[in-house]
């Protein structure tokens, strides 16, 4: 069983920075695949940005490609989105999700993949 815990949304203007956090606990003890997805009102969720652990590769959604850095701390079990530039369209209640998949299966970021998941923090981008 993983529990994961949000932190780091709120509100900023267009252009602005924002840094989430995810605490996880629970048994992490071999690869695993961590990530962010997202999901704006009417829409589906979507995968941002995933890491496997095991190499670090990282994988991004196109439309966040060069604004949105994923990164994990392994000793606090604390993975970190960093979004910058972030537009109108990024608002959505973000959510972190871990599972342990194949990297293959990981780079997909299919929310479907994910058994995991935290409560979910809400970003909202003003114009």
């Known amino acids: 069983q993983v529990q994961l815990a949000e932190s780091g949304g709120g509100s900023v203007q267009a252009g602005g920075s924002l840094r989430l956090s995810c605490a996880a606990s629970?048994?992490?003890?071999?690869?695993?695949?961590m990530g962010w997805f997202r999901q704006a009102s009417g829409k589906e969720r979507e995968g941002v940005a995933v890491?496997?652990?095991?190499?670090?590769?990282?994988y991004f959604a196109d439309s966040v490609k060069g604004r949105f850095t994923v990164s994990r701390d392994n000793a606090k079990k604390t993975l970190f989105l960093q979004m910058n530039n972030l537009k109108p369209e990024d608002t959505a209640m973000y959510y972190c999700?871990?599972?342990?998949?194949?990297?293959?299966?990981?780079?997909?970021?299919?929310?479907?993949?994910?058994?995991?998941w935290g409560q979910g923090t809400q970003v909202t981008v003003s114009s």
């Open positions: 999700a871990a599972d342990f998949i194949s990297a293959l299966v990981c780079r997909g970021r299919a929310p479907a993949d994910f058994r995991n």
């Open positions: 629970g048994h992490l003890y071999h690869s695993f695949c």
């Open positions: 890491i496997y652990t095991d190499t670090g590769t990282t």
